[in-house]
């Protein structure tokens, strides 16, 4: 069992910045394909950002430029850079891990980001 920990969420004024944190415990890490979602009040969750365990990058044509993920395998952690924000940001950001193994999906309890206008 995998469990994920965000943090870095809070409120920024539309044109700022904050970098979210995913911590994950357990062994594996590494392997995971890692991703940040994001829900808005009445609509469906939608992927942001995904990086795999090679590095490689995807990301949602509405963030690219303006977003980063990374991941640091010595600290479990994977982060998501949000640069140039704006009020359409503004939700609820989650963590997911995707084990192939399993397969076994997981996600964080999410944290809330608000960008005001």
């Known amino acids: 069992q995998v469990q994920l920990v965000e943090s870095g969420g809070g409120l920024v004024q539309a044109g700022g910045s904050l970098r979210l944190s995913c911590a994950a415990s357990g062994s594996g890490f590494s392997t995971y394909r890692m991703a940040w979602f994001r829900q808005a009040p009445g609509k469906q969750r939608e992927l942001v950002a995904r990086?795999?365990?090679?590095?490689?990058?995807n990301y949602a044509d509405s963030v690219k430029g303006r977003f980063a993920i990374s991941r640091d395998n010595t600290k479990n952690t994977v982060y998501l850079q949000m640069n140039s924000l704006k009020p359409e940001d503004t939700a609820v950001y989650y963590c997911?891990?995707?084990?192939?193994?399993?397969?076994?999906?997981?996600w964080g309890q999410g944290t809330q980001v608000t960008v005001s206008s």
């Open positions: 990086i795999i365990s090679d590095g490689r990058t």
């Open positions: 997911n891990a995707y084990d192939d193994s399993g397969p076994q999906d997981f």
